[in-house]
């Protein structure tokens, strides 16, 4: 092929996953050059990553930025390539050969695990299964939480952990009118959870929740929130954290000043309690098959002023629980063809270029939580998609390029494996159904948590004249 100069080219550019970094980057891209050729991969027939899988059902403001990603959607030169697994239905290196840059937007899909004795047991999950099953995502539509039990266990002190603690201790009347998967509403339903311990290996300054979050778990209408008094004692680098002057700082305070008004053994007559609890580490989960106890390890903080990490003190405690969720972060999961860190659960890059090596590899970019980690809000990504864009953008103008095929290189190579490619005027039938679906019972939506309804939705909607 004869290299012509970059501003003879239309840029074909394919982005790999559809949640709010892929959808940002389009954005970005458009913003840059209008003329660029976005096509968007997502492994799912349903956009949107985590706003729709992951942002918690009572939580429907929240899911506002969908808006502006279907304007994106709408762009002339923007195609969703949805239902296609990059790295199993199509090797990234065809990708590679068909685009002058293809940007991993791909999102961090697996739950850390704790790594210690007795996570195996039946009653121990990961809070992203646990997640993905009440918000519908179809590869935990099938599993099964025993909640059965009296007590349950949230290891973890960040969004997520007060996300599933709200879930498990809100009523069902409080649920409804959610968009919570109709499964998850039966199954909750019958649950017998009344005490729900939300465990932090740190003190009560360095929880990872924000003000809003935690304020929200005062006012449930039937679940009372109480902390041990004597775990709220700081020591002189916590008060110095608290005293700090900084963005991060006014939050902590707020936290500390209502963890404060709940320190009390709660007396309150509501039917469930949720207590939270600091300086404890899990370290062995107890049972036999089924999981019984966790046995923790009392830690004190050690380190300077804003670095303090937990010591074990040797010093244990023991609680009984039937059902426990560890919330500790998510992480990658690797691709074939593409380089990663599997220590930090991220795909290695600098300012968005991957790395392999230390070496940027040509034409292939990050963004989102697999370019940087797993934390983060949504619009957080905004400004990452920028300067994953402006890395891209600045390497393809540096460069003379050869013509790209875009899409008509990679559709022969889907046709082949009859992949039913859904594109975003089939999503909209599937979106209008989920939304006609939801409105006899007064929910946003009722989601579909089988891809193959999903799919029968788009061959029926064809069919019809
Ligand atoms: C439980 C939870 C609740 C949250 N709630 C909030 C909230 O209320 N407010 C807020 O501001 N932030 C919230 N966040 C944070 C926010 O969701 C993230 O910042 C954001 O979703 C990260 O965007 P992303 O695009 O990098 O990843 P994701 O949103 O995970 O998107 C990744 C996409 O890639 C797709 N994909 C994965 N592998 C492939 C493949 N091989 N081929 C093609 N596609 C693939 C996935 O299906 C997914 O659609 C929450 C996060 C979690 C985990
Ligand atoms: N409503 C919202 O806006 C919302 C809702 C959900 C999520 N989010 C965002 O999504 C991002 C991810 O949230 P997240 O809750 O998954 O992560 P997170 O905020 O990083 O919290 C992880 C928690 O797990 C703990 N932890 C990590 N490893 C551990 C271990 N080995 N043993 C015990 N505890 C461990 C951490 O403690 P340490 O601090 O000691 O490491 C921390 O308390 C965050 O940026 C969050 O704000 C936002």
């Known amino acids: 092929m004869a290299p012509q100069t970059n501003n003879a080219l239309p840029l074909q550019?394919?982005?790999?996953?559809?949640?709010?970094?892929?959808?940002?980057?389009?954005?970005?891209?458009?913003?840059?050059?209008?003329?660029?050729?976005?096509?968007?991969?997502?492994?799912?027939p349903s956009p949107f990553g985590l706003v729709r899988?992951?942002?918690?059902?009572?939580?429907?403001?929240?899911?506002?930025?969908?808006?502006?990603?279907?304007?994106?959607?709408?762009?002339?030169?923007?195609?969703l390539m949805a239902n296609v697994t990059v790295g199993v239905?199509?090797?990234?290196?065809?990708?590679?050969?068909?685009?002058?840059?293809?940007?991993?937007?791909?999102?961090?899909?697996?739950?850390?695990?704790?790594?210690?004795?007795?996570?195996?047991?039946?009653?121990?999950?990961?809070?992203?299964?646990?997640?993905?099953?009440?918000?519908?995502?179809?590869?935990?539509?099938?599993?099964?939480?025993?909640?059965?039990?009296?007590?349950?266990?949230?290891?973890?002190?960040?969004?997520?952990?007060?996300d599933v603690c709200r879930i498990l201790t809100k009523t069902v009347e409080e649920l409804r009118h959610t968009d919570i998967a109709e499964h998850a509403l039966d199954a909750l339903a019958e649950s017998r959870i009344r005490q729900v311990y939300l465990v932090g290996r740190r003190g009560p300054v360095q929880a990872k929740f924000t003000y809003q979050e935690l304020k929200e778990l005062t006012e449930l209408s039937a679940c009372a929130l109480e902390t041990p008094a004597e775990e709220l004692i700081l020591n002189p680098a916590s008060e110095a954290e608290l005293a700090k002057s900084d963005g991060a700082t006014r939050g902590r305070v707020r936290n500390y000043e209502t963890l404060?008004?709940?320190?009390?053994?709660?007396?309150?007559?509501?039917?469930?309690?949720?207590?939270?609890?600091?300086?404890?580490?899990?370290?062995?989960?107890?049972?036999?098959?089924?999981?019984?106890?966790?046995?923790?390890?009392?830690?004190?903080l050690t380190g300077t002023v804003g670095q303090q990490a937990a010591l074990g003190t040797g010093e244990y405690e023991t609680i009984e629980c039937g059902f426990l969720l560890s919330s500790i972060g998510y992480q990658g999961t690797p691709m074939t063809g593409?380089?990663?860190?599997?220590?930090?659960?991220?795909?290695?890059?600098?300012?968005?270029?991957?790395?392999?090596?230390?070496?940027?590899?040509?034409?292939?970019?990050?963004?989102?939580?697999?370019?940087?980690?797993?934390?983060?809000?949504?619009?957080?990504n905004k400004?990452?998609?920028?300067?994953?864009?402006?890395?891209?953008?600045?390497?393809?103008?540096?460069?003379?390029?050869?013509?790209?095929?875009?899409?008509a290189g990679i559709l022969p190579l889907l046709k082949q494996q009859s992949i039913k490619v859904v594109q975003f005027s089939d999503w909209q039938k599937i979106d209008q159904i989920?939304?006609?679906?939801?409105?006899?019972?007064?929910?946003?939506?009722?989601?579909f948590t089988r891809v193959a309804d999903m799919l029968s939705v788009v061959a029926a909607e064809s069919n019809n004249p």
């Open 13 to 44: 550019v394919a982005i790999i996953g559809g949640g709010p970094a892929g959808f940002y980057t389009a954005q970005a891209l458009f913003r840059a050059r209008p003329d660029i050729q976005v096509d968007l991969y997502e492994r799912l």
């Open 53 to 79: 899988s992951g942002v918690a059902p009572d939580h429907q403001k929240l899911k506002r930025p969908i808006r502006l990603y279907e304007q994106i959607a709408h762009h002339t030169n923007f195609n």
């Open 89 to 162: 239905d199509l090797p990234i290196a065809a990708l590679s050969q068909c685009y002058h840059a293809v940007v991993l937007a791909n999102g961090t899909e697996s739950g850390r695990l704790m790594n210690i004795p007795g996570e195996h047991l039946s009653g121990c999950h990961s809070a992203t299964t646990f997640v993905g099953w009440y918000n519908g995502h179809p590869d935990f539509r099938d599993h099964v939480f025993d909640l059965s039990h009296e007590n349950a266990i949230i290891v973890g002190q960040g969004n997520v952990a007060i």
């Open 260 to 300: 404060k008004t709940v320190a009390i053994e709660s007396l309150s007559t509501k039917p469930r309690r949720c207590t939270l609890r600091f300086f404890l580490s899990p370290i062995k989960l107890m049972g036999d098959q089924r999981l019984q106890q966790v046995i923790f390890e009392r830690n004190c």
């Open 338 to 380: 593409v380089p990663f860190d599997s220590a930090q659960g991220i795909i290695p890059n600098q300012q968005g270029r991957v790395l392999d090596n230390d070496n940027p590899v040509p034409g292939l970019y990050a963004v989102g939580w697999v370019k940087r980690g797993p934390t983060g809000l949504i619009g957080t």
């Open 383 to 407: 400004a990452d998609a920028k300067e994953t864009v402006t890395a891209l953008l600045s390497d393809l103008s540096n460069h003379t390029q050869s013509i790209r095929t875009g899409l």
């Open 434 to 447: 989920e939304i006609e679906r939801g409105l006899v019972k007064a929910k946003p939506r009722e989601k």
